[in-house]
């Protein structure tokens, strides 16, 4: 069963069926079942689950109902249950509270769980230390591989995960990565030195996160290990934190591209002032931006009153220098944001786009002429068609361009978003079009 199928199930069930959904189903899909009851219910659903499964079910939950089970749990119960899971899901949940709340559960926890989740919580969001867990495997170098086999069977429950386990000298430093398979498949009494890799791959605690999952993506690793600046192994990424984070990063690029701020928390739960607080600053500032293209019609009224029938094509021709911006600018910031172009490749990819631009406009001029023709005569149907041409190549490079001027000034690409492409297309093409009618028809 899917995990949309369970839960257009759970909708008609009642609560005997739901409980033994809650208690059988992956804890995926048993959160997904527990989404949309009220936090009381939630709450005492989950106080009937065994402390491990109810640690993992309440770390695949959404964000606000976690908080908001945060304040229903005894902090007895809560300290049991933050204690229970895993070391980076335990930060990310405690990052969610409150001061208030924070304050209340620490007292709880025993010291090593309180300082470890202090050490975690400390690290600026969006980077490696944010997302790196401390539940790690440890080996000597001077093990034997079947010394390390049963270093690394005693400690699997607790680790998340051995299948790399990470050799540390004296002084916590980082000198290699050895793969239980190579363990496993070793002599029983080669040292870990022999068959660890020396030159392992590594993060910085300050490396941003996408950064981060981007790297465990190219060399194909289930962790990447963390590092401080004297080398010493602090933590590690796996690749399902990785993954959570290129969700959130490609989240928040999806909100620039439409303008909206970043969210606190998911749309579903956001109120209507958040929604708004978060919208009005670029719809107010994109408003002033659209004036730029009244005035240039207000600059031509005697070409207009002139020529009537030009402002019939108003709107197909600022439309179409504006998609063809937001095109563009979609192109670039994705690249951009996967690495697959850089600042040096601009100039090659500049003439590329005006050949592209060109040909695009002279498909779509050659079809709007023809209209031209029948609304305004030859010479209508000339102007709409080179101004067709030229605001397509203007917009698009607009588009592309944009993008890459503010990845210059260390500025998010995405915020080169379609509204923002649109905007100054808009202005642009008004310009351009009456400019060129003005040439030609008088």
Request: hydrophobic residues 50%; glycine residues 6%.
């Amino acid at each position: 069963m899917t995990h949309t199928e369970l839960t257009e199930r759970t909708e008609a069930l009642g609560t005997d069926d739901l409980r033994s959904i809650v208690q059988s189903a992956h804890p995926a899909d048993a959160a997904a079942a527990l989404d949309d009851l009220e936090p009381r219910e939630v709450r005492d659903l989950l106080t009937e689950l065994d402390l491990p499964r109810r640690a993992v079910v309440f770390g695949y939950l959404r964000p606000e109902l976690q908080v908001a089970l945060a304040r229903l749990f005894e902090r007895r119960q809560l300290a049991e249950l933050i204690t229970e899971m895993d070391a980076d899901d335990r930060a990310d949940v405690f990052n969610k509270l409150s001061p208030d709340q924070q304050s209340a559960l620490l007292p709880g926890l025993a010291h090593a769980e309180r300082e470890n989740i202090r050490r975690l919580a400390g690290y600026a969001e969006g980077t490696a230390g944010a997302i790196m867990t401390s539940d790690y495997a440890t080996l000597s170098p001077g093990l034997s591989a079947q010394a390390a086999i049963d270093v690394l069977r005693r400690e699997a429950l607790d680790k998340e995960t051995i299948y790399r386990a990470y050799v540390l000298d004296d002084d916590r430093r980082l000198i290699g990565v050895v793969r239980l398979s190579d363990l496993i498949l070793a002599p029983a009494d080669t040292p870990v030195e022999e068959l660890m890799d020396r030159n392992p791959v590594t993060v910085a605690l300050s490396d941003h996160q996408e950064d981060v999952a981007q790297t465990i993506a190219r060399y194909d690793i289930l962790a990447v290990p963390v590092i401080d600046e004297a080398g010493r192994l602090v933590g590690i990424v796996t690749h399902d934190d990785a993954l959570d984070a290129l969700q959130e990063e490609a989240t928040e690029d999806f909100h620039k591209l439409g303008t909206v701020a970043r969210l606190p928390g998911s749309v579903r739960d956001a109120s209507i002032a958040t929604l708004y607080q978060k919208r009005v600053f670029w719809l107010a500032l994109l408003v002033f931006g659209n004036l730029f293209s009244g005035a240039g019609i207000a600059y031509f009224e005697d070409t207009i009153s002139a020529h009537v029938a030009l402002v019939f094509f108003l709107p197909l021709l600022i439309g179409s220098s504006g998609n063809a911006g937001a095109q563009a600018a979609t192109l670039m910031v994705r690249a951009l944001a996967t690495g697959d172009v850089r600042m040096r490749d601009w100039g090659r990819l500049l003439g590329r786009e005006v050949v592209v631009a060109l040909a695009l406009g002279a498909t779509m001029a050659l079809a709007v002429s023809l209209i031209g023709i029948f609304r305004g005569g030859p010479e209508v149907a000339l102007v709409v068609a080179c101004t067709m041409v030229l605001v397509v190549i203007v917009g698009s490079l607009i588009g592309m361009s944009l993008p890459f001027l503010l990845h210059w000034f260390n500025r998010d690409p995405a915020t080169a978003s379609a509204p923002l492409v649109t905007t100054i297309a808009d202005a642009v093409g008004v310009v351009i079009y009456f400019a060129i009618a003005t040439a030609i028809l008088f």
